[in-house]
């Protein structure tokens, strides 16, 4: 999910460095601008004058000098655990990313993403499309009638392969060698034009809400498309040079596939094929799939996120359909590739089955401190990693089957739990 925008997915793999102003002015709640108009009226403007000083400080102290940002972290270091700050240079390249991202986009694809590179992403990725398109043609809890429309809505669905065909123009930003922080406010200013000027528009299809060098990866439901920046298919997610099996796991199951039914899912019903807001399921689906879903409940419930706090089952159930829909489509994207070749080789002991569960725990490499785990307990859709990785290979006989697991094994859950869903 992206923040305060859409349903899409913004939060995947990585967090965003703060809101955007274009998630600022998205009208997706409006009960929460009614509210906020009664607040306007109803609190003292000096109450009003505090809060807007604390936000406009809060805001800025990252940008200031080292007292205010030094300052900035240690509060947040309360909530995210982390004990040191990024280096500067890092600093610099996220907010240089957060706010010129196209810019930097287009000298980061020409060092880092070949046309070849897109070329095989994006063969991976339609590859698990017409995986999936197999995959709905057998569901069993989904009507007949829904599954003509999914069939027609995942035939009009869009995608953009890392990088966009046009890119901005920063051409009326300015830019000046002093001072730090008034460039980011510039640069915000010129990013609240933009969306303010929105209204009244056609819906400009060509836009990206992600910056290339993005390691992350979103469907967006009010256009139906899925938007894949280069950030998210170099090496550890994808290596167009390298090992084919290993790309269907990580790329095909992590990313492609959890996006894909995204558009189809609990969240994606709610949109028709051309995005707008518009439920296409029939009754009957929503109880069939929610018996399934249950138990995607109840297991994820059952995992610990940190000390006592168990995963909320219910908050992360729709990312967690995604992600264990996601890897049975890729799974079989990859069988398809592997009977296209005719040829099946073994790589360090490792058989191609093998090496794609291995390459999508592998994609979930990440360390994150207790503090930021219980942050997230209320707060993140998305399942720790660990349990990204261990939950869905355990619902899979086609994982079992790679590493010869026999039934009873801590890896293996019993089937009468196991959730058939995509
Ligand atoms: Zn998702």
């Known amino acids: 999910m992206q923040l305060g925008v859409t349903l899409a997915d913004a939060s995947e793999h990585t967090r965003p460095l703060r809101p955007t102003l274009t998630g600022a002015a998205g009208v997706g709640e409006r009960s929460f601008l009614r509210r906020a108009g009664e607040l306007v009226s109803s609190t003292p403007l000096e109450d009003w004058r505090a809060y807007l000083r604390y936000h406009l400080l809060s805001t800025a102290s990252p940008w200031l000098s080292s007292d205010f940002a030094r300052e900035d972290f240690a509060y947040r270091s309360l ?224 995992y610990v996120q940190v000390d006592t706090f168990h995963v909320n089952g219910k908050l992360t159930l729709g990312e967690n359909i995604a992600d264990y829909g996601g890897l049975v489509t890729a799974y079989d994207a990859l069988q398809r590739a592997l009977a296209r070749k005719a040829q099946r080789t073994n790589i360090d002991g490792y058989t191609p089955e093998q090496r794609f569960f291995i390459a999508y725990a592998q994609s979930w490499r990440e360390h994150t401190r207790p503090e930021q785990l219980k942050t997230r307990v209320t707060t993140d859709p998305h399942a720790p990693a660990v349990w990204r990785t261990n939950g869905p290979v355990s619902n899979m006989p086609s994982f079992a089957k790679a590493f010869n697991c026999k039934s009873g094994d801590p890896m293996v859950r019993p089937a009468s739990s196991v959730p058939q869903i995509w």
């Open 79 to 302: 909530y995210s655990g982390a004990k040191e700050m990024l280096p500067r240079w890092k600093r610099c390249l996220r907010v240089t990313d957060s706010e010129l991202g196209e810019a930097l986009g287009e000298a980061y694809v020409d060092k880092t993403f070949s046309p070849r590179a897109k070329a095989e992403a994006k063969q991976v990725i339609d590859n698990i499309r017409e995986s999936f398109r197999d995959r709905l043609m057998g569901l069993s809890w989904m009507s007949d009638s829904t599954r003509r429309y999914a069939l027609g809505k995942l035939a009009r669905m869009n995608e953009k392969v890392g990088y966009p065909d046009r890119w901005r123009d920063y051409g009326s930003l300015q830019v000046y060698n002093g001072a730090f922080a008034p460039n980011v406010f510039r640069a915000n200013a010129f990013e609240w034009r933009r969306t303010i000027n929105r209204p009244g528009k056609p819906v400009d299809k060509t836009e990206w809400n992600m910056t290339v060098p993005t390691v992350n990866a979103y469907y967006d439901p009010s256009v139906n498309e899925m938007v894949f920046p280069a950030g998210a298919l170099l090496p550890q997610t994808f290596d167009a040079s390298g090992d084919m099996a290993a790309n269907y796991g990580s790329l095909g199951g992590s990313w492609a596939g959890h996006e894909l039914t995204h558009g189809f899912d609990d969240e994606g019903r709610h949109y028709d094929a051309e995005g707008n807001l518009r439920d296409w399921w029939a009754a009957e689906d929503s109880v069939r799939f929610n018996e399934q879903a249950q138990r995607v409940v109840d297991q994820f419930a059952g």
